[in-house]
């Protein structure tokens, strides 16, 4: 399997599931009060897409900075990344959910915000796997220093925490489950990963090969 | 990151963004009247569809003539991109809401146009934003000339004002406001932007390198 | 515009509108008889699919077939393949209009067959737009011989004169269109085009570039 | 046709289709007794969720598997490719049918569970037509030994009957299908193809050539 594929297949699914994420912004038609009205009702909706697509995005733009390091590819590692993929893909069911119930009656928004927040740790999950299987036998263009391997070994359990967090989270208020939700995309925002700052990922003219093959 | 991927994933989103504007055509089905009547009625949707359709393809035309120019990404140009892509699977959404109430009693079909207009000005400023990035720092495989650059800006300020008047139309008349949108897409198909002639993106043969990509 | 990112795009929209067709594929679910009967009634839908499935995929194939003989494009290709994809994209919903209203009362069953030979006729006259445009300027990388043209412009002239023929035949009976609309089908997957014969497009070994791009 | 457009086209419907699957994950919402019942009761959907996305993700790396060891292509590998796409695009329909009749009397289970093993059936039957085509006239890069093409032959004839199995396994019980067809993913999971061996599609180190497309 070459690497190409894989990376086409993902960001295929990468790219439905974040529109799909957009079906779940509606309104409810006339007969159901002014529309401004229905609009100001549905902000759930409207943060809980905005989180979500953040959500997504970064997990893709992560997914390429990881991927670029790879040597190679093997079986294990295209059913780690279904994985990933089949996480992925639930988040607009969970986001629907969540903005189902974000102002429902306690229990039920603490469970919808206890479901989004596990997918979240899901996908940490799945993501660290994949992180880890690229450590061994030289799957990796050029060997991550120890060190580096260390920093980012700490943020993904950083990371997975956090999910852990926000599960618990839910249970107290499912509104700032969902603000934790979105800090941590925020955080990926703005940071940069040890692993990303060790593949040079950023900043970087595109190279002669990048130009051979998209003509300028 | 390199561009290439940048680019799949764009216009995988491009593409299922535009694909999904479909899903707003419906008719009533049996037991609603004849379909001939259920089909004349619901030209809201089809007005809104085309519109709508020809806002994403011309969007997708001039995000890849931008890119083309680029000589590298950095994670800034990422979210900026993200921040584009999120306002276009909003389409869908703004374009079905605008359908279903363009003949509703005044006040609703004025919201419905505003929300509309609204999400082309973000479109349009969104992509202002990347096309600021690119002036800065050796971004650009060729740099624009100064003279560009100034009337570049001009267009697209103007671009950004006309959707501030649809917004303003919007409380005048909806139907008005849609108008002005689709004004916007024949305006772009039919004259040429500054930086597409800057940048030689028109009437250009297959290069060497793109020949070498795709045999004949 | 390199060739490849209109491939890249236009694949995309062929892609999940084809997709999409599967979601006119539905059971009225419990409460609505035994599931075989329903599955039984819904005939209409299983025709329609294979049917549109047919259209796409075949329109899909003379796409690649015709854009692959191109040297060069231009804006005004990029439009007009924007109105192909235009076309594409309302399959699902001209399929589900006719899938409801096959066996409906005869007028309903009548326009909704003639709505759906429609969208055939203007995805012919979109495509044939498109070759007419690859005949000037040395749009083509070689020139396809005059006779070559004349018997091209001859098949599509008649592809479009079948799409009308099956307008007419909407009026006397909606599934006749249908299989009209069927038969075009077999008659693309069973017949080689002159185009496809000019520009070799079958049987071809992989070609050195092809086997550069994706390593054995 | 190029390899590298038959594959993109592919990888678009496999992304698509598995990402619809995600469609059939609901909940009721308000109104429809807790949540967390909701999702208890819905277990079906989920179950048939992680199913038919491991039966879509494995047919999508063993379709890369064998389009690798292609030499060339031509129109009726398209034809037939398209058949297979055609029977995957079904499986959002059938794994939702399923997930709503699973738990329901036990005659439209059986139909339901049928009908998912069918599509089954069907997909694995097109892609031996795929691998038949691909024995004849140079057609693959590297001629297959006898004893693989061999062994191979007997795993999809396997594969086959394990659909025909699950088939009649319907009529007994619906979940021990659904659990039939998933035994089938685990299999493909841990077990290399013959296939895959003869081509040596795993544990390869990126190649020059991909490196050349894929800069690092």
Redesign the interface.
């Known amino acids: 399997?070459?690497?190409?594929?894989l990376?086409?297949?993902s960001?295929?699914?990468?790219?439905?599931?974040?529109?799909?994420?957009?079906?779940n912004?509606?309104?409810d038609?006339?007969g159901h009060g002014?529309?401004?009205h229905q609009?100001g009702r549905h902000w759930p909706q409207y943060a809980a897409y905005?989180v979500s697509?953040?959500t997504i995005?970064i997990i893709?733009?992560n997914h390429?900075?990881l991927l670029?390091?790879?040597?190679?590819?093997?079986?294990t590692l295209?059913?780690l990344n279904?994985l990933l993929?089949?996480v992925v893909?639930?988040f607009?069911?969970v986001t629907s959910?969540l903005a189902?119930?974000l102002t429902?009656p306690s229990?039920?928004a603490h469970?919808?915000a206890a479901?989004y927040s596990s997918a979240g740790l899901a996908m940490a999950l799945a993501f660290s796997a994949i992180f880890r299987w690229s450590l061994k036998d030289?799957r990796l263009?050029?060997p991550v220093p120890p060190e580096m391997v260390r920093r980012a070994t700490w943020r993904f359990t950083g990371g997975t925490l956090v999910y852990v967090v926000c599960i618990a989270l839910s249970f107290v208020s499912a509104p700032a489950a969902l603000v934790g939700n979105g800090l941590v995309d925020v955080y990926y925002?703005f940071e940069?990963t040890p692993l990303?700052l060790a593949s040079g990922?950023?900043?970087?003219?595109?190279?002669p090969?990048?130009?051979?093959?998209?003509?300028?």
């Open positions: 399997m070459d690497k190409g594929r990376e086409a297949f960001d295929g699914v990468f790219a439905v599931a974040i529109t799909l994420l957009a079906l912004l509606t309104v038609g006339p002014p529309l401004i609009l905005v697509f953040s995005g893709w733009v390429h900075s670029r390091t790879f040597a190679k590819t093997d079986r295209l059913f279904l993929l089949m893909v639930v607009p069911f959910t189902t119930y429902a229990r039920d469970v919808a479901l030289d263009i050029e925002v940069q990303s990922t950023t900043d970087e003219p595109g190279s090969e990048d130009k051979r093959r998209r003509p300028p």
